[in-house]
Antibody, heavy 118, light 107 residues
Framework: QVQLQESGPGLVKPSETLSLTCVVS?????????WGWVRQPPGKGLEWIGS???????YYNPSLKSRVTMSVDTSKNQFSLNLSSATAADTAVYYC???????????WGQGVLVTVSS | DIQMTQSPSTLSASIGDRVTITCRAS??????LAWYQQKPGKAPKLLIY???NLEIGGPSRFSGSGSGTEFTLTISSLQPDDFATYYC?????????FGQGTKVEVK
């Protein structure tokens, strides 16, 4: 059973870069799946941020594309998210997840709360 | 972007009730729809994919139907573990988008 675990700072200052890592366990990232990030502001719904393949091929939500960078390190079986120029609107629980080849999310990490505040 | 709209936003129900949640897409998504259950403080959990396929291990009281622009999630007999928020997600075309959620609460 694949497991995903997010890590990163829980507090980010405005205008700085929000950086998170997701470690994948019990499944090789070189398999036939995609890997992605979804966020959820407190009390609100879910927003897909972007996805990446083990090859490094990425697709980002156009609403965030100018600020998002994702990368993958298959040697460590992990992938990362960078969101630049953070504002209070980026305060959310950030989930990493596995996407099937058709692009629904079949496994999720437990989530990490990131607060953007000075 | 494809907009997903769920109704109702909140649903009050009792144990044993049959519960139906609707999800509408702003354009046809064929059957490319998933349903998730989320409990407070927890990650979403996949329930249904391709509109009507129950994820392995999912309780058989959950079922999904629909195609095109209108979809439903049905709980045949509501159990205590089912009080949660439910989200639909389209994966017909990116960006992948979710409905705003339907909270099933105790009546």
């Amino acid at each position: 059973q694949v497991q995903l675990q997010e890590s990163g700072p829980g507090l980010v200052k405005p205008s700085e870069t929000l950086s998170l890592t997701c470690v994948v366990s019990d499944y090789s990232m070189t398999g036939d799946f995609f890997w992605g990030w979804v966020r959820q502001p407190p009390g609100k719904g879910l927003e897909w941020i972007g996805s990446i393949q083990h090859s490094g091929s990425t697709y980002y939500n156009p609403s965030l594309k100018s600020r998002v960078t994702m990368s993958v390190d298959t040697s460590k079986n992990q992938f990362s998210l960078n969101l630049s120029s953070a504002t209070a609107a980026d305060t959310a629980v950030y989930y990493c997840a596995r996407l099937t080849w058709t692009r629904y999310f079949d496994h999720w990490g437990q989530g990490v709360l990131v607060t953007v505040s000075s | 972007d494809i907009q997903m709209t769920q109704s109702p936003s909140t649903l009050s129900a009792s144990i044993g009730d049959r519960v139906t949640i609707t999800c509408r897409a702003s354009q046809s998504i064929s059957g490319w729809l998933a349903w998730y259950q989320q409990k407070p403080g927890k990650a979403p959990k996949l329930l249904i994919y391709k509109a009507s396929n129950l994820e392995i291990g999912g309780p058989s009281r959950f079922s999904g139907s629909g195609s095109g622009t209108e979809f439903t999630l049905t709980i045949s007999s509501l159990q205590p573990d089912d009080f949660a928020t439910y989200y639909c997600q389209q994966y017909k075309s990116p960006p992948w988008t979710f409905g705003q959620g339907t909270k099933v609460e105790v009546k």
